[in-house]
């Protein structure tokens, strides 16, 4: 049936064209026909038009609307074809077809369009693209703006990190210590100087009182917070509580608003030391040209009274009784001459005949002389150093000042004891110097007269050099003896030095200019280059703050890590609180009770296996001979280099290691 009513549609031999209807009024037609093929290419047009733009936008919504709507404007412009058609042929059927199949298209599209409509509404039009477009173009405009704002920032940011790099730097590696503290002294910065000078970490004291750095006397003196740490020189206050003079240079700020302290900080113990030895030079130098004035003086006096009273004697020979006050007018006169040729030996205006030396040779030759002038409960030892030694000086004057200090050792030892005298080389560095200005670097060679007697107190060593000193009982000594020596060493480019500690001897060493220091190079110590070094922690107990100080800059220097104190007492205590320290440096003679040899033995206690390095002015051979330590201890000799310290150091940590 269904075929049936399609054949009956398509079915046009019972019907007429429209061109009929038209009366075949060709005006009429050919209007229609224009018309109608005018409308079909538009409608044509328009979906060729859809088709480029869907296909080169993928971008737009509802692609399949205008899919929709091209099919529905093809099917309406092939009605206005079909319009043209049944103008002579009648296919009215087909035709109708065609236009249900366009009323079907308009009618879905229409329904599909309609509920899009609202989202069609909502794409935004031209002006609000141009308002949207010039929106944007305004952001990066600004957001350019913001980049380059950023990156100023940036720079700026940038330029001062590497300001405060910098300014940290320079903090951090300055020698001098530096210290910021505010307007209610409390300690904003703390330098790694500072803390070396001071004993305290740094985060020991931030926001702490910047009056806990300065000794009791300075707090006292001191008022208000800004003016305990004033410009000038000062006594600081380090954590063991032993003091140092420092000299202070404080400026001011502002930070935020609050006022600020910029204080740098400046260690005068090496500067006070250096003032204090050339102030002794310099008095010891007066008392020279003083002594060697008066001595030239009274020579003059003294061959008038020595030659009137020979020639009085020779003219009493006929009444002994008067020839023997002239003999003692002579003797007495002759006694006088040789306390000014001493005093001229002191001045260092004595004529000398340097020449060269073998100091083993001297001192073998002595020994003769020694043993008859010394008593027989004082034993003679001597000791060498490897290699021929040569000194340039005057071997009479030499042999003076070695005889003079071997009879000064026998007044310590009234009970007998050990006189040890030995030669070496020995070198002069600049830590030394530091110590003692007046005395050139180099290598020099040495003679050293030990004994083992009462010693000498720290007054009696300051001292001992100057003329007419003397501790013993009227009569019994002029105080010349160890100013001759002085002088003559000073006469002769040399250096002489005292080392004492009561109840353990005296140690004196004369430097003399060696002969050929730069022709053998193999008896040269080593240089502190060569020097090994190490990262321990190492606890140092000394009592003599420029020592002390002196011994910690080089221990540090040399890469340990170093805790200091002033006595075995506070030594055992720190051992005790710093499980990190690896060994013990101790000097062996110490005030409060506790010997060197005393707090090895505690310490060891406390920590077994501990090294332990002493140092001392005497030998090894000595301490051991009366019992102040055992032999196989590690002992360092003062003075000593860099190198030295270095070399025992490791000595000590071998022989702990060995030990354990």
Not at 126 to 142: G, M, R
Not at 192 to 203: N, Q
Not at 598 to 621: C, D, H, K, N
Request: aromatic share 8%; charged share 20%; hydrophobic share 45%.
């Amino acid at each position: 049936m269904m075929w049936a009513f399609f054949e009956r549609l398509l079915d046009s031999s019972m019907l007429s064209p429209h061109g009929i209807c038209l009366l075949w009024e060709p005006e009429l037609i050919w209007l229609h026909v224009a018309s109608d093929a005018v409308i079909a290419a538009a409608y044509f047009s328009i979906p060729f038009a859809l088709t480029i733009l869907v296909t080169k936008r993928r971008d737009l919504q509802f692609g399949w609307v205008y899919w929709a709507f091209a099919i529905f404007i093809m099917a309406c412009g092939l009605t206005h074809l079909l319009s043209i058609y049944t103008l002579w042929v009648p296919i009215y059927g087909i035709e109708g077809i065609v236009k249900a199949v366009t009323a079907a298209a308009s009618l879905f599209t229409a329904a599909a369009l309609w509920p899009l409509l609202p989202k069609i509404l909502k794409i935004p039009s031209p002006f609000e693209l141009q308002k949207v477009q010039a929106a944007l173009e305004e952001e990066e405009i600004k957001s350019r703006d913001a980049t380059l704002l950023l990156k100023q920032v940036g720079e700026a940011q940038r330029a001062m990190r590497e300001s405060m790099t910098r300014l940290t730097a320079v903090v951090e590696t300055a020698v001098d210590g530096v210290i910021l503290f505010d307007a209610q002294a409390r300690i904003l910065l703390f330098n790694p100087a500072c803390e070396r000078l001071f004993g305290y970490r740094a985060d020991e004291l931030m926001n702490r009182d910047i009056g806990m750095l300065m000794s009791n006397e300075e707090r006292s003196s001191s008022a208000g917070h800004a003016r305990r740490f004033a410009t000038g020189e000062a006594v600081g206050l380090r954590k063991d509580g032993s003091t140092f003079p420092m000299d202070l240079s404080v400026g001011q700020a502002w930070q935020d608003g609050e006022l600020i302290h910029v204080g740098i900080i400046h260690d005068l113990t090496t500067r006070k030391l250096t003032e204090q030895q050339l102030q002794q030079a310099q008095k010891m130098e007066t008392v020279g040209q003083l002594s060697g004035g008066i001595a030239h003086d009274f020579n003059n006096l003294l061959t008038v009274i020595i030659g009137n009273a020979e020639h009085l004697s020779e003219q009493l020979k006929a009444r002994p009784d008067l020839r023997q006050f002239a003999d003692d007018i002579c003797e007495s006169g002759e006694r006088g001459a040789e306390l000014t040729q001493r005093l001229l030996a002191f001045s260092r205006r004595q004529l000398l005949q340097p020449r060269t030396i073998d100091c083993r040779e001297l001192i073998l030759s002595m020994l003769k002389l020694f043993k008859r002038t010394l008593r027989e409960n004082i034993e003679i030892r001597t000791t060498f150093g490897p290699g021929t030694i040569r000194a340039f000086a005057d071997r009479a004057q030499l042999e003076s000042a070695v005889l003079n200090l071997a009879l000064n050792a026998q007044d310590a030892m009234p009970s007998g004891g050990h006189l040890t005298l030995s030669t070496e080389i020995a070198a002069i560095d600049d830590d030394y110097r530091a110590l003692h200005p007046e005395v050139a670097s180099g290598s020099y060679a040495l003679i050293s007269v030990t004994d083992d007697g009462e010693g000498m107190t720290p007054e009696v060593i300051e001292r001992a050099f100057e003329p007419f000193f003397t501790t013993k009982e009227v009569g019994k000594g002029s105080g010349l003896g160890l100013s001759m020596v002085y002088g003559f060493a000073k006469q002769s480019d040399g250096h002489v030095s005292i080392y004492s500690e009561e109840g353990l001897g005296t140690t004196v060493r004369i430097y003399l200019p060696r002969v050929g220091a730069g022709q053998s190079v193999a008896d040269m110590p080593e240089t502190d280059e060569a020097a090994p070094r190490g990262h321990e922690t190492i606890l140092i107990a000394e009592d003599d703050p420029f020592v002390r100080s002196s011994v910690i800059q080089r221990v540090e220097a040399l890469g340990y890590r170093v805790v200091a104190a002033v006595n075995g007492k506070e030594a055992l205590q720190r051992l005790r609180a710093d499980p990190r320290i690896d060994m013990l440096f101790t000097d062996i003679v110490m005030p409060g009770g506790m010997s060197g040899w005393e707090l090895a033995e505690q310490a060891r206690r406390v920590r077994p296996g501990l090294p332990v390095l002493f140092t001392s002015g005497y030998a090894l051979e000595t301490l051991v001979e009366q019992g102040r330590v055992q032999a196989h201890a590690v002992v360092l000799t003062k003075p000593y280099r860099k190198a030295e310290l270095a070399q025992r150091l490791r000595d000590a940590f071998a022989a702990a290691a060995v030990t354990s």
